[in-house]
């Protein structure tokens, strides 16, 4: 008898043994709560204009819709754990835009980036997939998204969550010095130290820098961000979109005129040691939405990565209370 299969037959003898050892003790097998089909995300792609638009999707098809807005330089996996914590009571959609993300990321020859457009492909897949109202949670990128989504369809926006998105030029300080010389004169000097902002490290810093502990997040996230802004060609196009962000600036006055007119509820859940977004940025939302619910959280730009528990909580009491399931 070889040695293999002599170890290969005590394996299998302790096999029982190591079972018996895993089991869950009967109590806590009892206490598990199954999970609903509902509430598992789903991973899908549609094609709009002629484009591959990726989202991902969990809860009840009948439930009040939250869409869930990214940033850069990440994508809706930045919603990975929040959507399970809400999926059993509304039903979440988070799509990339293009050239993020699962979404296609055409040639800048053939495709216009800008956040008019990114808008416009959030507005078309909401209506590919019948939603005509719904909450919107905003994260950097996402603020002016959802914004302008706002502008073309206020009827539909039944409430807000803000987390360090930016509508007020308070909250544009000592970062955004070099974009604003990009945007008042778009010269290849102007533009190219903005590089900077697409290595490894300056992703990183958007994920630990203002943390408590750092330890906390997980170092995927700037490897997986990075690699797919290192995607050949895409540089030009984040670059241009650093330009574009100046569009958005333009329109504060009319997303503070849409707060003020709708006043739609609103939860501002703000990592307040942000060096992109800092508070200075969350507070002027109160001067047009007064009964916005502030909250300054001990975190950085991506609040979730650290605060996620805390943030999902406050957003399930908050749509608690703001939302039914009409």
Same mark, same amino acid.
Not at 48 to 76: C, K, M, N, Q, W
Not at 158 to 170: F, K, M, P, R, T
Not at 193 to 205: I, K, M, Y
Not at 307 to 317: C, H, Y
């Given at each position: 008898?070889?040695?293999?299969?002599?170890?290969?037959? =005590?394996?299998?003898?302790?096999? #029982?043994?190591?079972?018996?050892?895993? !089991? =869950? /003790?009967?109590?806590?097998?009892?206490?598990?709560?199954?999970? $609903?089909?509902?509430?598992?995300?789903?991973?899908?792609?549609?094609?709009?204009?002629?484009?591959? +638009?990726?989202?991902?999707?969990?809860?009840?098809?009948?439930? /009040?819709?939250?869409?869930?807005?990214?940033?850069? &330089? $990440?994508?809706?996996?930045?919603?990975?754990?929040? +959507?399970?914590?809400?999926?059993?009571? @509304?039903?979440?959609?988070?799509?990339?835009?293009?050239?993020?993300?699962?979404?296609?990321?055409?040639?800048?020859?053939?495709? $216009?980036?800008?956040? !008019?457009?990114?808008?416009?492909?959030?507005?078309?897949?909401?209506?590919?997939?019948? %939603?005509?109202?719904?909450?919107?949670?905003?994260?950097? @990128?996402?603020?002016? %998204?959802?914004?302008? *989504?706002?502008?073309?369809?206020?009827?539909?926006?039944?409430?807000?969550? %803000?987390?360090?998105?930016?509508?007020?030029?308070?909250?544009?300080?000592?970062?955004?010095?070099?974009?604003?010389?990009?945007?008042?004169?778009?010269?290849?000097?102007?533009?190219?130290?903005?590089?900077?902002?697409?290595?490894?490290?300056? $992703?990183?810093?958007?994920? %630990?820098?203002?943390?408590?502990? /750092?330890?906390? +997040?997980?170092?995927?996230?700037?490897?997986?961000?990075?690699?797919?802004?290192?995607? #050949?060609?895409?540089?030009?196009?984040?670059?241009? *979109?650093?330009?574009? @962000?100046?569009?958005?600036?333009?329109?504060?006055?009319?997303?503070?005129?849409?707060?003020?007119?709708?006043?739609?509820?609103?939860?501002?859940?703000?990592?307040?040691?942000?060096?992109?977004?800092?508070?200075?940025?969350?507070? &002027?939302?109160?001067?047009?939405?007064?009964?916005?619910? *502030?909250?300054?959280?001990?975190?950085?730009?991506?609040?979730?990565?650290?605060?996620?528990?805390?943030? !999902?909580? =406050?957003?399930?009491?908050?749509?608690?209370?703001?939302?039914?399931?009409?």
């Amino acid at each position: 008898m070889t040695a293999f299969t002599i170890n290969r037959r =005590l394996a299998l003898a302790a096999l #029982p043994a190591v079972a018996a050892g895993l !089991a =869950l /003790p009967a109590t806590a097998s009892a206490q598990a709560t199954p999970t $609903t089909d509902s509430a598992i995300t789903r991973h899908r792609t549609v094609r709009i204009d002629g484009l591959d +638009i990726f989202y991902r999707e969990a809860g009840p098809a009948d439930a /009040p819709v939250l869409l869930l807005l990214h940033g850069f &330089p $990440t994508s809706s996996r930045m919603f990975r754990k929040l +959507i399970p914590a809400l999926a059993d009571r @509304y039903r979440l959609i988070a799509p990339d835009y293009p050239g993020f993300g699962h979404s296609a990321a055409p040639a800048r020859k053939d495709f $216009t980036y800008s956040f !008019a457009n990114f808008a416009d492909f959030v507005d078309r897949l909401l209506a590919r997939l019948g %939603v005509a109202r719904f909450a919107m949670y905003v994260q950097d @990128y996402g603020a002016p %998204v959802g914004f302008r *989504l706002a502008l073309k369809r206020p009827e539909r926006v039944s409430a807000l969550i %803000v987390q360090n998105g930016n509508a007020y030029d308070e909250g544009l300080r000592e970062f955004w010095v070099p974009l604003k010389s990009y945007w008042a004169n778009p010269s290849a000097a102007n533009r190219e130290p903005l590089r900077g902002g697409l290595t490894l490290e300056a $992703t990183r810093a958007q994920y %630990v820098e203002g943390v408590a502990d /750092p330890s906390r +997040i997980d170092p995927d996230n700037w490897l997986i961000d990075h690699a797919l802004l290192a995607r #050949p060609g895409l540089d030009e196009v984040y670059l241009d *979109l650093f330009r574009d @962000y100046g569009s958005n600036v333009a329109l504060y006055p009319q997303f503070q005129a849409f707060f003020r007119a709708r006043k739609p509820p609103t939860l501002i859940a703000w990592g307040r040691n942000d060096f992109i977004f800092p508070p200075e940025g969350a507070h &002027p939302y109160r001067r047009d939405i007064p009964d916005a619910e *502030l909250h300054l959280l001990d975190s950085g730009h991506f609040a979730l990565e650290d605060k996620g528990d805390e943030i !999902a909580a =406050l957003m399930r009491d908050f749509l608690g209370r703001k939302l039914s399931r009409s």
